[in-house]
């Protein structure tokens, strides 16, 4: 079965920032956006396949391979050769999630760490630009294809999204 993806990844912030003057008020508008498009394909700026699930996790470590045991909304299965683009969208309003494993460590430049989601908060990364062998995102390599999830107390939902190429 033949499929094509075209997708958007879009940050933004608005809001305004003011003071109180004597005479007159003083605001400016905030509202920096960063749009990023995707068309079908395999090269820069070119994504090809998606995964998105929302997990329900624990203090017991959900381990994922990236690179194997996913499947889309139709049953078909998901390979990614790099990763575009990750986001996980912490939904609790209490629990923080931990996230570490070698997918993690290669976005820390080889750092092993443990990165903290706070609650109600967002992790996203992004590398829309790499082309074969040249981005820190690729995962045909067995380094860099885990990323491990768990709460550091309590449970926690979270939206879990990833763009990609196959």
Partial sequence: ????????????VYGTYGTDADIEDAVANIFPKYLQAYSNGTGSQQANTWYADTLSLTTSPTSMDLFTGMTDRYGNAIVFTTIRGIAIVNK????????SGSFIK????GTTITWLVYPGGIF?????LGAAGSSTYELGITVSRTIVLQTAAGTADVDLLLI???
């Fill in 1 to 12: 079965m033949a499929t094509s993806l075209t997708a958007n990844t879009l940050f933004s």
């Fill in 92 to 99: 609790s309003a209490t629990a923080f999630v931990q996230l």
């Fill in 106 to 109: 290669i976005l820390a430049s």
């Fill in 124 to 128: 996203f990364s992004q590398h829309p």
């Fill in 164 to 166: 990609g190429t196959r």
